[in-house]
């Protein structure tokens, strides 16, 4: 597989299963709290600690599902099967996640047409939401660990085959500029049409129910899809014996890997306080209606980001994957410091124009991470011997996800303690429109500029990648005449 070049149609194969991944990012990072607050109507503390330990059960299982896919033999391979059945479980985890609790366990209500009603009042409700926190909380905590296990069981081991599908340098790149170019797509296809399906039933609690289930559909069809569209590479490599525990702390010894990988940390955790908090923006710092002035943001967004997906690609040929990763982090940080600092006095135009700029800078932050992790892990071959694609992945994801977790519990508390009140515009406490200006603007920012600090340190440019393949091919050779 290594001498073969991957034709087209296996490279949009490959990538296609990102449209619905990332349809499955979207939900999370646009709706999921949001709908916590305003419609299941959870304190924002509570939700926050909803989302932040659903993302570190999410971070945990990781590394069990990498471990798990690097030695399980079938004949579709090691990481096929789990995208299979991981995909069907992933449909149902959807339904119920966004399938408010008391349409189920509101005795008055269950069944009853009366939820179908335009303006329905779930407060005056037999069984009032602000009276259950406790149960809301449990609950939201075991479907939202259950939701991130089921993506897990697919992601892991789709992550894992971008090594394994190809070892060259620029070939890696174009591979992830299709995966990236489908996830956008999947992304835009999520920003465009979660809230118009919200908004399309009279009461919103139908409408996310609905969301659920066409979202868990598409996933389960792009994976399908990713599933019969490629076949892994014989696998011709030494027996893995290394136990659990030590097949991962070995990735700590890789430096390269490690400065992607807190780098992506910080990166995630700054994007999804942004993109965690932009539907309270433009409802309550512009006084949008139904969602449309959100929807309209995320999809200048994230069309800009598609466009300049492939300016990237170009570019990361040219002058290396960390610069462009780095300028586009210095895109983004200065267009939502902007927004944060004087979007409030500016007409809602004026943020439009700012996420067209924001746009850019994450279409040149799409490709560089997932293009620079691969070379990690053939350094990382060098210098152990072995193929352990789904620990480093797994570790990958693991810390990405620890940042989206601090992201969306920081999220919670500064929204608590700024005195936020749900449904009500303008906010009855100014204060509270203060902390969405700053988790708009100041307190992403900073978390890019870590983010950038970190990554400066990374080593390994085109040249020591070719280094790197000329030894491994020498390695193996020695190995071959034994």
Known sequence: MEDNKLSRKVMLGYGIYDLGGNLFFTAMAFALFIYLTDTVLIAPALAGAIVAIGKIWDAVTDPVVGYLSDRTKTRWGRRRPYMFFGSILLVFAMIFMFTNPLLVFDKATFFSPKVFAEGFDWTKAAWNPKEHQTFLLIWGIVFYCFLNLAYTIVNIPYSSLTPELTKDYHERTVLNGYRFGCAVFGTLLGAGASFPIVYLFPNTNIGFMALGFIFGMVMLITALITFFSIREPEWHGAELTQGFFKTYFKVFRNKPYLIITITYMFHLLALSVVTGVAAYYFKYIHQAKEGDEVTMAMLILLVTAMLFIPVSVVLGKKIGKKFVYMVGMVAFSLSILVIGTIGHIMPMNFSFIMMFSAGIGVGFMYVPPYAMLPDTVEYD??????????????????????????????????????????????????????????????????????????????????????????????????????
């Open 381 to 482: 071959y060098l210098i152990s011997g072995e193929r352990t694609e789904g620990s480093f992945y797994a570790i990958f994801l693991f810390f990405s996800k620890v940042g989206q977790a601090v992201a969306l519990a920081t999220i919670g508390l500064v929204l608590q303690l700024t005195n936020y009140t749900e449904n009500i515009v303008p906010q009855p406490d100014p204060l509270a429109n203060f902390g969405i200006l700053l988790l708009m603007g100041t307190i992403p920012a900073i978390f890019f500029f870590i983010a950038m600090v970190i990554v400066k340190r990374y080593p390994i440019t085109e040249e020591r990648y070719a280094e790197i393949l000329k030894e491994i091919e020498a390695m193996e050779a020695a190995k071959a005449e034994k």
